[in-house]
Each structure stands twice: as C-alpha cells, then as structure tokens.
C-alpha cells in the first residue's frame, strides 16, 4: 500500500485531509518558552495574540528525525510518498530523509522536496492522493508529481508588513514606508524561495481582487481539476467575492478554501490571501 504523508504546511483542512486519507506530520511552532504542534494544539490566533503582545515572530522548527520515523513505523512493509515545504525554508525535508535512512527503508519511502509551501503543497498532496486511490505504484506517482512540480504556482497578497518584519524577512524601513504607503506585497514562490513580485495599493476589497485579476490569463489557461483560495483570517465577504470571481471564469472543476495553518500564518500575519493552481 502506498501512505501519503505531508507537513502541516500543505494547510490542507481537516476535511480534505480525512477524505483523501493524508497523514500530516506537524511542525512545531515556539511561542517563547512553549511549545506546541501546527494545527493541533496552536492556532493563528494564539499566535497574533503572543506576536503582537511580545513584538516578534515565533519559532517553527521541523519535525524530528524521532517524529517521522514514529510515523514511518506505524506502517511496517509500506510504501510513501511524503511531501516536505521547500527545502530552502526547513530541515523537514532533510529529516525525511535521514528517518529513512535510520530504519534502512530509503527504497519504500519517496521524499518530495515540494519546493512550496502552504496549498502549493496541497495541490501536489491531493493529485498524489488521488494516483494512490487509483492503484498507480509509489514510483509512478514519484514521477507524475514531480513532472508537476514545476507547474504548481503560488503567490499571495500580504495585508500588512509588519510580520515580515519580525521575521526578518523585511527591513524596518521598507516596513515603516509600506505600511505608510498602505503598500501590500505580492508574495510569489519560484524555485523554493520567496520573493516579492508587485505591490498594491487600496483596501483590502481593492488590492485582493487588483491581485487576482491580474492572474486571470493564467487562470483561464490553468488545470482545470482545482484551485485554492488560501488565507490567514480574511473578511468572508473578500473571500466570497474571490470566489464569485473564479466561478466567473469558468475554468475550474472545484474551488477549495483553506485557512492557512500556523506555520505560515505566522510569517504573512492576518489578512494575507492567496490564489493557487497547477498550471
């Protein structure tokens, strides 16, 4: 049998994750001294509360050698295809591999560096899914993925710099001009890594739908199987109008929404929202 197994950061829903029969592997998310797991027993909201309280960005950290391989042995004489959050951001990927290799499994276990995060991931873990309920062999479906690897675009629209900021990942004085400006980054994923590709300007019912229709010729040529409207708390009206948008185009087969998970949340803050298909 072949188990497909995926980091929390695929911010697949619970639903999705139970009907698709995926095993998630949670990351850890460190609020000062305390620690707990991405979707299970941390959410968003305890973590906005604790960064705006303490001006800072908790820390993720990946799962344990000791963690995947608990997971690995739950399934003696399996197969998996396990997808990781690029390589370039975690050492989840490289702690796949050395779980593998510890309880000398490396030929059943087929480690995805997915090169993405958030339902980037998602994307690739549902069509895997999808492969494995349909009998294709963990090594057909080790191809397939990651001849569609390559395809899977992810991008997001931040509502506001100050979380970036904590992180690290943007200077105090871009932060101090943005969020003066009301400037909100497009935040695009491209080879694992992160960069900023635009900026909007507006309210958030203005520069989120600015973002997607200026995706729309990309959306019209897309897969049509699914797209996934992903965010970290945004008003459901936006996410409605998003939604009405994507239907209007008449492209897609099924239109999910996920929350993003704490992991992510953590870095883009409340109010980030992305659109994410295979192209």
Known sequence: MVHIISDST??????????????ILPLYVRLGEEEFLDGVNIT?????D????????????????????NIYKKYPGDEFIVFTISSSMSACFNNCRLAADSLDISD?????????LSTGIGLMVLRAA????????????????????????????ID?????????????????FGTALKLHPRIAVSDGAMSAEKKYRGLPKKYIMDY??????????????????????CDKEIVNQVREYLESLHVFDEILETRAGSVVSSHCGPGTLGVLFVE
Do not use: Q
Request: hydrophobic share 35%; net charge neutral; glycine share 4%.
């Open 50 to 69: 604790w960064s705006d309280k303490n001006e800072e960005t908790p820390k993720t950290a990946a799962p344990s050698i000791e963690d995947i391989s």
């Open 108 to 116: 059943k276990c087929h480690i995805i560096d997915s090169m993405n």
């Open 44 to 48: 968003p909201k305890d973590i906005y």
């Open 160 to 176: 506001t710099l100050v979380y970036l900021h904590r992180g690290g990942r943007c200077s105090s004085v871009a932060a101090l």
């Open 130 to 157: 999808e492969l494995a309920n349909e009998g294709k062999s963990a090594s057909d479906i080790e191809k397939e993925i990651l001849n569609m690897r390559s395809r899977v675009r992810a991008s997001f629209v």
């Open 212 to 233: 997607v229709k200026d995706m729309e010729d990309s959306l019209k040529k897309a897969d049509r199987k699914r797209v996934f409207i992903t965010h970290s708390g």
């Open 10 to 23: 695929c911010d697949l829903s619970h639903e999705l994750v139970t009907k698709y029969n995926i095993v």
